[in-house]
C-alpha cells in the first residue's frame, strides 16, 4: 500500500459522493479517499456475514491486455499457468514475481474474448505497470481501464444483485469465473470468504448501481469491515502478510505456482526452484488467541521452534476473540506465545481460514 507524496490531490472512485452523503469516515488509502466505515465497523462486517454488503472497490487496477502475444507473455510473468484458462470467462488467481521469487503483487487474470483482464491491488498499480511495460517483449497492447468496481457479497449478495440488475444466471455460474454483457463484466470473486459478485462497468453507471442496491438492503461496507472479513477468511494482504522480499513458498500461496510444464520459464521460477530445494525454514499460518487482547501486525510470537511475527491480526467478530495470519518457523505448532505490550500471552497455532460462509472452519 503506498500514500501519496506530500501535498499530492486524493484521487476520488465515481462513489465517492454516495459515502459522504451517507456519511462515511472517509480516510487516505492508496492514494485514494476511501470509507473506512460508514457507522459501525462491526455492524458492517455483520451485514456481509449474515446479509449482504457492497464494497467500492473502485480504486483496484483494472488493466486490459491485447495482441497476439498475450497468452505467451503471461505465461512467462505469471506464476499460475493461464493454460488453465479454458475458456472465456474464467478467472484465476496468481502472483507477479521477480526474479528473486518475491511476490510483485497478487491479482486474478481473466480471460476474454480478445486477450485477458488483470485485476490488482491499488497500493502496487505504479509498480504493476512499470513491470509489465518492462517485461513486454511480446508486443502487447497494455491498457489500464478506467471503470467502477462493486463487490457485493454475503449469503442474499447475488439475489439482490439479480433483483436490481436482472442478470440472471449467475448463481449457476462457477466460482472464478465471470460473464460480460456489454461494457459490464461480472464475475463470482470476492475478498469475504462469503457468496457474491464483483462487478466492473462504466464508472457514469456505478451511481445507479449503488443506489440501487442500497434500496434493495444491500448495506454499504467500508475498508475496517473489509480487512476483518478477509482475515476471517484466511486471505492474504499485500503488504503485510507478503511482499517482494516473500516468496509465495513461505507466503502460504504456494498453490498459486503451476510446476508444470517443466519447459515454462516464468519469472521467478529458478529462485522458488533452489527456495524448494533447500528447504523453506518459514511459513504463514493462523494464529488463535481465546484470552483477552487483540493480535496485531509486529507482535513477536514465541513457539518451541523458534520466534516469529504476526503479519495480519484483529478481533475477529464473527468469532469473538483474536486471530492473525504469522510467519512462523515451519516445524512450529501447537501452542505458542504472542507479546503484547511486555506481557506474553498464550495462542495456538492453526491452518487457516478461520471462518467461511459465517462459520467457524479452523481446528
Known amino acids: ?120 491491488n491499488a497500493g502496487t498499480r505504479d509498480r504493476v505497470l512499470a513491470w509489465l511495460h518492462m517485461q513486454n517483449h511480446e508486443d502487447v497492447d497494455i491498457a489500464e481501464r478506467d471503470l467502477a468496481m462493486l463487490a457485493v457479497q454475503g449469503p442474499t449478495a447475488l439475489d439482490r444483485f439479480h433483483a436490481v440488475t436482472g442478470w440472471r444466471g449467475l448463481a449457476e455460474l462457477a466460482p472464478f469465473n465471470a460473464v460480460e454483457r ?23 453507471e456505478a451511481l445507479g448501481l449503488w443506489h440501487d442496491l442500497a434500496g434493495a438492503g444491500v448495506r454499504p461496507i467500508g475498508l475496517a469491515a473489509r480487512d476483518t472479513l478477509r482475515l476471517e477468511a484466511g486471505l492474504n494482504l499485500y503488504g503485510q502478510d507478503m511482499d517482494e522480499a516473500t516468496s509465495p513458498l513461505i507466503a502460504n500461496l504456494g498453490w498459486t505456482i503451476a510446476w508444470e510444464p517443466e519447459s515454462r520459464a516464468f519469472i521467478g521460477r529458478s529462485a522458488l526452484q533452489a527456495e524448494r530445494a533447500a528447504g523453506i525454514t518459514e511459513r504463514l499460518t493462523g494464529l488463535v488467541m481465546e484470552a483477552r487482547g487483540v493480535l496485531r501486525h509486529g507482535q513477536t510470537v514465541r513457539t518451541a521452534a523458534g520466534a516469529g511475527s504476526v503479519t495480519s491480526g484483529i478481533f475477529s467478530p464473527t468469532l469473538g476473540y483474536s486471530i492473525a495470519l504469522a510467519r512462523v518457523p515451519r516445524l512450529a505448532k501447537g501452542a505458542c506465545e504472542v507479546e503484547i505490550r511486555g506481557k506474553w500471552h498464550g495462542a495456538r497455532i492453526v491452518r487457516p481460514p478461520f471462518v467461511r460462509k459465517g462459520s467457524k472452519v479452523f481446528e
Not at 9 to 30: C, D, E, M, N
Not at 31 to 57: K, N
Not at 184 to 198: F, L, N, S
Request: aromatic share 6%; glycine share 14%; net charge negative.
Open 1 to 120: 500500500m503506498t500514500d501519496p507524496a506530500p501535498g499530492a490531490a486524493l484521487r476520488h472512485t465515481p462513489l465517492h459522493s454516495a459515502h459522504a452523503a451517507a456519511g462515511a469516515r472517509l480516510v487516505p488509502f492508496a492514494g485514494w479517499e476511501m470509507p473506512l466505515h460508514y457507522g459501525s465497523q462491526l455492524d458492517e462486517h455483520h451485514a456481509v456475514r449474515t446479509g449482504a454488503g457492497m464494497f467500492d472497490v473502485s480504486h483496484m487496477a483494472i488493466i486490459d491486455l491485447t495482441g497476439g502475444g498475450c497468452r505467451t507473455f503471461l505465461q512467462r510473468l505469471v506464476a499460475n499457468d493461464v493454460d488453465r484458462l479454458t475458456h472465456v470467462g474464467k478467472a484465476q488467481y496468481g502472483v507477479l514475481l521477480n526474479d528473486t521469487g518475491g511476490v510483485i503483487d497478487d491479482l486474478i487474470v481473466y480471460r476474454r474474448a480478445e486477450g485477458y483482464r488483470i485485476v490488482s
Open 182 to 204: 456489454g461494457a459490464w463484466t461480472v464475475a463470482r470473486t470476492g475478498y469475504t470468504g462469503e457468496d457474491g459478485v464483483e462487478a466492473m462497468l462504466p464508472g457514469g
